[in-house]
């Protein structure tokens, strides 16, 4: 390195020294301990100023040095300033100034009851570090401002703009450019910008910067969004807990609206202790809220409560007033008075699943080229166990690396696998084998084996049982769109739930080539995950096993529709007893009869017989409720069989109160523990359940008074429904109509076209 270059810090210093090694913690690996003393005092005294840095691309925690930590050399340099090239270095140290007494404050106020203040203008200031704090990574230099990066299609035109009219040449310089931008331009003046152009910069596609327009139109627009549409929370990691740091951890967006508009939270870490956390404005309107899908979402963040310089206030009447109400507003926030308003925040300590939800989150956004730190060791390893048992497509990359630091902190005085520890370099069993089927150990003999082996394997994941429920129900939809030509299930029907069925572990090539060939149209691919297509097509498949499972439990008619010809379902064992839909052990048999009865004809009409008035020669079969004249049984303790369902056997219809206990015996003798399986309909339906019943037809089979109440309560039960469904319709239309225009809007728009007030 030359005299004239300089390591400049993407994450400041200020924030670093949070994460400060505390003294007689710093053990690290073997060439970290014994580093070279150096001599003079001062770099002695940097020397000691050191963190926890795990490198995921070579796997090694070292302690390093402050000074040479999460930054580059010259990244900042601007060398069309000649007279000093360093200025953007030093405007960004004093905003780094300003910033680190604000969060020393924020760390007092933890001990004095969490209530934390701030004036308008230092919030401004904050709020302009979070917006660089995302900017100025060493990642983004390269790809902001790039033409040819897919993500910057709509603004090619106005990059091609800025570079032709300040005679820049390379995507960097473009960059350091709007980093001059942001930190020579009040706050105030880029909102005031955002305000004039808002309406002017979107076209039918979406957000489009004009060409011709100011040069500064694009990143003004780009830093108003998020001073605009978020609200400012602050949070404290749980007791015995903290949070971790990484290269990429400033501004990770988290959550979705309505399962498809992103951005509901974005995360920012500023020490182990404190995280700053922005939530969309949109999450104060009860219409949005009710769609937004996220893991923070349970955090009871609310906006500061704001007390505006000479006791203003701004008051929405009615509907009418809203717009003057806000023009006030914005005029009083961008006027020097406002400066003086008062912002009165709540800190919210959060709860251990709650802190290590966000150190998730934070580890599945870093890359294999990134690195964590971290302050204490205990709290990293309650974190890396948490992240053992995250199955997400993202947690794959990294797994290995986050094993292998495991394994060094759990290790204590040389001793690897002391305390439980893992050896180095290993992984939990079940990513072990997800990661050897993928490298192709054991060989499958087609692509059904290997994507049945890993569903199984990750079977007991209650985030990837929930994904493949999603994915069935939206099978079902396709499904049910499809002509009536192509399908002979109605993909609506009852669900018929039995938790027993397997499917079949082994299909020959070219029946899993048709399976899965079939089930590639019906079952959604998803986002693609991975770098390597190949990847993104296993867990596709393995994704089509999880929803052929899904149906082979809950609707065997669709699966049996759609491969009438593949038996995809594993036989029963006759010899064992099933779990009926009532949660009930019942036999397999579904009709028990006695021997002594010479033909089915017989045993049909005394069985069924109800009028038969009671004789001293009669008696009762317990196991079905209804009276039997003991001259049917030719031989005393005669043994049970099946007959057909006309006869007098079980169903799932009786009930649980008459099915027998185990080795009691009739007085036809005793009920035999083997018997052969009955099918699925007659098993787990009642039969007005059944869809190959004709219409009606199920009205003849109510023999028992119990099938007529059930039949009582389910009209009754569909009769609520109806009115509840309409009392809901109703409500929507009244209270929800604005918003559902609003809504219309957004998703057609695909971008945040509204103007919340934030503060």
């Known amino acids: 390195m030359s005299s004239h270059d300089q390591y400049h810090h993407y994450i400041p210093r200020f924030i670093l020294r949070r994460f400060q090694v505390e003294k007689g913690d710093e053990q690290g690996d073997k060439q970290t301990k014994n580093r070279k003393k150096i001599g003079q005092k001062k770099s002695q005294k940097a020397d000691q100023e050191v963190i926890h840095y795990f490198d995921l691309e070579t796997s090694k925690l070292e302690l390093r040095s402050l000074s040479k930590a999460y930054g580059m050399t010259n990244l900042y340099k601007d060398v069309q300033k000649i007279e000093n090239a360093n200025h953007l270095e030093e405007r960004l140290a004093r905003l780094e100034n300003d910033v680190a007494l604000i969060t020393k404050r924020m760390h007092d106020a ?59 040449d390379d995507q960097v310089g473009v960059w350091l450019y ?53 609200f400012l929370g602050i949070v404290e990691a749980a007791d015995d807990t903290e949070f971790i740091l990484s290269n990429n951890g400033f501004g990770i967006w988290e959550g979705t609206f309505f399962g498809e508009v992103p951005g509901v939270h974005k995360l920012y ?95 599945l956004n870093v890359t294999e080229r990134d690195a964590i730190t971290f302050r204490s060791k205990d709290a990293m390893v309650d974190t890396l166990l948490m992240y053992k048992h995250v199955f997400h497509p993202f947690a794959f990359r990294n797994r290995d690396q986050f094993a292998t630091l495991l394994s060094k902190l759990m290790q204590r005085d040389g001793d690897e696998n002391q305390s439980g520890g893992l050896a180095h370099g290993t992984r939990s069993t079940s990513d072990l084998d997800i990661a050897n089927i993928l490298d192709g150990h054991p060989p499958f003999s087609s692509n059904y084996d290997r994507a049945y082996h890993i569903h199984k394997i990750n079977s007991d994941d209650e985030e990837w049982m929930e994904t493949i429920t999603f994915l069935a129900h939206l099978t079902l939809d396709t499904i049910d769109m499809l002509p009536n030509s192509q399908r002979q299930a109605n993909a609506r029907g009852k ?125 009762t079969n317990v196991f079905e409720g209804r009276k039997i004249n003991e001259s049917s049984c030719k031989q005393e303790g005669g043994r049970r069989q099946d007959s057909s ?49 004709p219409p009606f037809e199920w009205m003849k089979q109510l023999h028992d008074p119990s099938d007529a109440i059930g039949l009582i309560n389910l009209l009754g039960f569909s009769l609520a429904m109806v009115l509840g469904a309409y009392s809901c319709i109703y409500c929507f239309i009244v209270y929800w109509k604005e918003n559902l225009i609003t809504f219309i809007a957004l998703i057609i728009m695909r971008r945040f076209v509204g103007r919340p007030l934030s503060y």
């Not at 009786?654 to 083997?674: F, K, L, N």
Request: hydrophobic fraction near 35%; glycine fraction near 6%.
């Open 269 to 363: 870490v500023i020490s182990p202790r404190i995280a700053l956390l922005l939530r969309n404005n949109m999450c104060k309107d009860g219409f949005f809220a009710a769609s937004v899908d996220s893991h923070l979402f349970d955090i009871p963040l609310s906006p500061a409560q704001v007390n505006y310089a000479g006791g203003k206030q701004f008051v929405v009447a009615d509907r009418q007033d809203v717009a003057r109400v806000h023009q006030k507003l914005t005029q009083h926030r961008l006027s020097s008075k406002g400066d003086r308003d008062v912002f009165n925040f709540r800190i919210i300590k959060l709860t251990i699943e709650q802190t290590l939800t966000v150190n998730k989150f934070i580890m």
């Open 645 to 693: 369902n006309k006869g007098a056997g079980f169903s799932s219809r009786d009930g649980p109160s008459r099915i027998p206990s185990p080795g009691t015996e009739s007085q036809c003798g005793p009920v035999s523990s083997t018997k052969p399986a009955v099918s699925p309909d007659r098993q787990y339906t009642r039969p007005f359940m059944d869809q190959s019943t």
């Open 110 to 168: 933890l001990e004095s009851g969490r209530h934390f203040e701030i004036e308008r203008r230092q919030l401004e200031d904050l709020r302009k570090f979070l917006f660089i704090m995302h900017y100025r990574k060493a990642t983004i230099s390269s790809s902001y401002s790039d033409e040819g990066h897919p993500r910057n299609a709509p603004i090619t035109r106005w990059i091609e703009q800025v570079k032709q009219t300040m005679g820049i």
């Open 495 to 619: 669900a018929r739930i039995d938790p027993s069925v397997k499917l079949v572990e082994t299909l020959p090539e070219a029946e899993s080539d048709k399976v899965m060939s079939r089930m590639r149209g019906l079952v959604p691919p998803g986002r693609r995950m991975f770098a390597n297509p190949a990847l993104d097509e296993v867990f596709h498949e393995t994704a089509i096993i999880g929803v052929l499972h899904w149906l082979a439990m809950n609707r065997r008619d669709v699966l049996d529709m759609l491969f009438p010809d593949i038996p995809l379902i594993e036989p029963t064992n006759t010899s064992e007893t099933t779990e009926g839909m009532y949660g009930v052990q019942s036999p397999p048999s579904s009709t028990v009869g006695c021997l002594g009865c010479s033909s089915e004809q017989e045993r049909e009409n005394k069985t069924n017989d109800l009028s038969m008035p009671p004789s001293s020669s009669g008696h």
């Open 178 to 230: 709007f980093l001059n931008f942001f930190l020579n331009t009040s706050h105030k003046a880029i909102v005031s910008r955002y305000h004039e152009l808002h309406g002017g910069i979107y076209d039918n596609s979406g957000f489009r910067p004009p060409v011709g327009g100011s040069l500064e139109d694009y990143p003004s627009s780009d830093y108003a969004i998020l001073a605009e549409n978020y």
